[in-house]
């Protein structure tokens, strides 16, 4: 009787008993008027919910908060200014067309955005794509005939509600991409901010373009070849940037009501023009690449000259229509990837709507595409920024928008006057509060089925690229959950001269080997029941281990009997 032993023995009332708790019945009708009035209550003629607009107390209106998205906005704007640009110089595209991306996906996209604190703008993930598509297809102008197909099948994907994609990466594969966004922010940055302008803002590939040197090997040059006039400037914008958060400066309003970030621009600007003025070859010089490089237009005339425009004829070429597509799958899957991370970064937790935000960015695509721009996402550099910087409504995205119309337009001499080691101070905090110490801490603490997907993640990231730092973290991860799902799905118990197998979750072909092993132990000359009325869901896999089991009862004298399996009965070859 060892086979007997190795069952747990069970009263014969816990077999009989299902483990179910039933909730209290309720009518489709009563569902239906509660989801109705649900939905009557969250909606509002200003296009947000109540949700939104009130959080445990908290008033989350876009007027009650205009101070703090002001603030946050500007902040954002002094982040986007400098990787606009360096990602149309990456792409090889235009300058002012990252500028018109930043500018369409602040304003436009935000107006129908789904997240309330995402921000959007030309994205490092699409340069690779971006500078080989312009390549292929010949032009800019036939580029941009891509980039609005692109925003069309992003509103179809909106409407086919791919946006619930999203909700399938696991939070720690969320975490880990956050934590390597922070790491490789401070990888790229510490060159700037020690005079090595040689590399683009925004670019977060391991390998360098020239394919020779990577983002370690361009830290060791930057250290061996840095600047003391950089250095200074980002030294003292680091200080200003760690003491203004400090209770003994916010306890001062006035000093409250002025971001960090734009003291630390002004202090940037002031020190490098008082080294030119003092010491004249010792300072941060715009034809060495240390300075911002906005285009500058002297009349509204050149401004239009710098624009430029889709060529139609391009859709004439299938290639058109292939990199459309890609620009389509690789921005919206950045997107969700980006807006999953901003709803884990939200302090009041707000849920975005994923299926709005993918037909919000094909609508800033599209036009983006007629106007000039390179193609948008929603991008986490910026969208964390915001939170760091106390945004909370959709306005600060706006103001970041507004303010690079303005910077365009109105001050772009002004503007080419800040040192990027200013600016990459800002990030260097920025890359900081994402991957502080203390959230390596908690993964580690909450167990390897979680530490494990987010190291790996975070490594992949950081010496490769996103997209496959988060699918190979979603390849570990889900090895994880089949692992968990794979054990503890069969229970085997014997009562009263009756084996019963049940089966205590639904059942996919990854139970199959523990369903085997179950089955094993059940000896010749007994009586079986099989009970599925913990499952909603068996798979044909699981019917087929079960039919051929079935078959074999005949043999070895076992008498088989189903509960709870209903219409899926029908399914099991039975021998009696």
């Given at each position: 009787?060892?086979?007997?032993?190795?069952?747990?023995?069970?009263?014969?009332d816990?077999?009989?008993?299902?483990?179910?708790?039933?909730?209290?019945?309720?009518?489709?009708?009563?569902?239906?008027?509660?989801?109705?009035?649900?939905?009557?209550?969250?909606?509002?003629?200003?296009?947000?919910?109540?949700?939104?607009?009130?959080h445990?107390?908290?008033?989350?209106?876009?007027?009650?908060?205009?101070?703090?998205?002001?603030?946050?906005?500007?902040?954002?704007f002094?982040?986007?200014?400098?990787?606009?640009?360096?990602i149309?110089?990456?792409?090889?595209?235009?300058?002012?067309?990252?500028?018109?991306?930043?500018?369409?996906?602040g304003?436009?996209?935000?107006?129908?955005?789904?997240?309330?604190?995402?921000?959007?703008?030309?994205?490092?993930?699409?340069?690779?794509?971006?500078?080989?598509?312009?390549?292929?297809?010949?032009?800019?102008?036939?580029?941009?005939?891509?980039?609005?197909?692109?925003?069309?099948?992003?509103?179809?994907?909106?409407?086919?509600?791919?946006?619930i994609l999203?909700?399938?990466?696991?939070?720690?594969?969320?975490?880990?991409?956050?934590?390597?966004?922070?790491?490789?922010?401070?990888?790229?940055?510490?060159?700037?901010?020690?005079?090595?302008?040689?590399?683009?803002?925004?670019d977060f590939?391991?390998?360098?373009?020239?394919?020779?040197?990577?983002?370690?090997?361009?830290?060791?040059?930057?250290?061996?070849?840095?600047?003391?006039?950089?250095?200074?400037?980002?030294?003292?914008?680091?200080?200003?940037?760690?003491?203004?958060?400090?209770?003994?400066?916010?306890?001062?309003?006035?000093?409250?009501?002025?971001?960090?970030?734009?003291?630390?621009?002004?202090?940037?600007?002031?020190?490098n023009?008082?080294?030119?003025?003092?010491?004249?070859?010792?300072?941060?010089?715009?034809?060495?690449?240390?300075?911002?490089?906005?285009?500058?237009?002297?009349?509204?005339?050149?401004?239009?000259?710098?624009?430029?425009?889709?060529?139609?004829?391009?859709?004439?070429?299938?290639?058109?229509?292939?990199?459309?597509?890609?620009?389509?799958?690789?921005?919206?899957?950045e997107?969700?990837?980006?807006?999953e991370?901003?709803?884990?970064?939200?302090?009041?937790?707000?849920?975005?709507?994923?299926?709005?935000?993918?037909?919000?960015?094909?609508?800033?695509?599209?036009?983006s595409?007629?106007?000039?721009?390179?193609?948008m996402?929603?991008?986490?550099?910026?969208?964390?920024?915001?939170?760091?910087?106390?945004?909370?409504?959709?306005?600060?995205a706006?103001?970041?928008?507004?303010?690079?119309?303005?910077?365009?337009?109105?001050?772009?001499?002004?503007?080419?006057?800040?040192?990027?080691?200013?600016?990459?101070?800002?990030?260097?905090?920025?890359?900081?509060?994402?991957?502080?110490?203390?959230?390596?801490?908690?993964?580690?603490?909450?167990?390897?089925?979680?530490?494990?997907?987010?190291?790996?993640?975070?490594?992949t990231?950081?010496?490769?690229?996103?997209?496959?730092?988060?699918?190979?973290?979603?390849?570990?991860?889900?090895?994880?959950?089949?692992?968990?799902?794979?054990?503890?799905?069969?229970?085997?118990?014997?009562?009263?001269?009756?084996?019963?197998?049940?089966?205590?979750?639904?059942?996919?072909?990854?139970?199959?080997?523990?369903?085997?092993?179950?089955l094993?132990?059940?000896?010749?000359?007994?009586?079986?029941?099989i009970?599925?009325?913990?499952?909603?869901?068996?798979?044909?896999?699981?019917?087929?281990?079960?039919?051929?089991?079935?078959?074999?009862?005949?043999?070895?004298?076992?008498?088989?009997?189903?509960?709870?399996?209903?219409?899926k009965?029908?399914?099991?070859?039975?021998?009696?």
């Amino acid at each position: 009787m060892e086979d007997r032993e190795s069952v747990q023995q069970l009263p014969v009332d816990n077999i009989a008993a299902g483990d179910k708790q039933n909730a209290p019945p309720q009518s489709d009708q009563a569902l239906h008027d509660h989801i109705v009035q649900a939905e009557s209550l969250a909606s509002d003629p200003d296009g947000q919910t109540e949700v939104q607009r009130t959080h445990h107390g908290v008033d989350l209106s876009i007027r009650s908060n205009l101070r703090h998205d002001i603030s946050a906005g500007l902040v954002v704007f002094l982040v986007a200014l400098p990787l606009c640009l360096g990602i149309a110089l990456a792409s090889g595209a235009p300058l002012m067309g990252g500028i018109i991306s930043g500018i369409i996906g602040g304003i436009v996209v935000t107006i129908f955005s789904g997240s309330e604190l995402s921000v959007s703008g030309p994205a490092a993930g699409l340069t690779v794509i971006v500078s080989s598509a312009i390549q292929h297809l010949g032009s800019y102008p036939n580029f941009l005939t891509a980039v609005v197909l692109a925003g069309a099948l992003q509103i179809a994907f909106g409407y086919a509600r791919a946006g619930i994609l999203g909700d399938y990466v696991p939070s720690s594969v969320i975490r880990g991409m956050l934590a390597a966004i922070g790491i490789v922010i401070i990888l790229k940055q510490i060159p700037h901010a020690l005079g090595r302008d040689n590399d683009f803002e925004g670019d977060f590939s391991f390998l360098e373009l020239d394919g020779k040197s990577n983002t370690l090997s361009e830290l060791a040059k930057s250290v061996a070849s840095a600047s003391p006039e950089a250095i200074i400037i980002a030294l003292v914008s680091l200080v200003v940037l760690i003491f203004w958060e400090k209770p003994a400066v916010q306890r001062y309003r006035l000093l409250r009501l002025i971001p960090a970030p734009l003291v630390v621009v002004l202090l940037g600007v002031v020190l490098n023009e008082a080294f030119r003025v003092l010491f004249n070859d010792f300072y941060l010089k715009a034809a060495d690449g240390h300075l911002v490089s906005l285009p500058v237009a002297d009349s509204m005339s050149a401004l239009w000259k710098q624009l430029t425009f889709p060529n139609i004829s391009a859709l004439f070429d299938t290639t058109t229509f292939s990199t459309a597509l890609t620009l389509a799958i690789v921005a919206s899957l950045e997107t969700l990837l980006s807006l999953e991370a901003v709803d884990k970064l939200d302090p009041y937790k707000r849920i975005s709507d994923a299926n709005r935000e993918l037909k919000a960015q094909g609508i800033g695509n599209m036009i983006s595409g007629l106007l000039g721009g390179l193609p948008m996402t929603a991008v986490i550099v910026r969208s964390s920024a915001n939170v760091y910087a106390g945004g909370r409504t959709r306005m600060s995205a706006m103001v970041h928008g507004v303010l690079l119309v303005i910077a365009a337009v109105c001050t772009p001499r002004l503007l080419n006057l800040i040192p990027l080691a200013s600016l990459a101070s800002v990030l260097l905090v920025v890359g900081y509060k994402l991957a502080r110490v203390e959230v390596f801490k908690a993964m580690y603490k909450a167990g390897r089925e979680q530490f494990v997907p987010f190291m790996v993640t975070v490594l992949t990231i950081v010496f490769a690229d996103l997209l496959t730092g988060i699918a190979l973290g979603m390849i570990v991860a889900m090895f994880y959950v089949i692992r968990t799902n794979h054990q503890n799905a069969v229970m085997l118990v014997y009562a009263h001269g009756t084996y019963v197998l049940r089966f205590t979750k639904d059942m996919s072909f990854i139970n199959k080997s523990e369903l085997k092993d179950k089955l094993k132990r059940v000896p010749n000359d007994s009586h079986l029941l099989i009970d599925g009325s913990q499952a909603q869901c068996i798979d044909s896999d699981i019917y087929d281990i079960i039919s051929e089991f079935a078959q074999s009862t005949t043999l070895r004298n076992i008498q088989l009997e189903y509960k709870s399996f209903d219409a899926k009965e029908t399914h099991i070859a039975s021998p009696h």
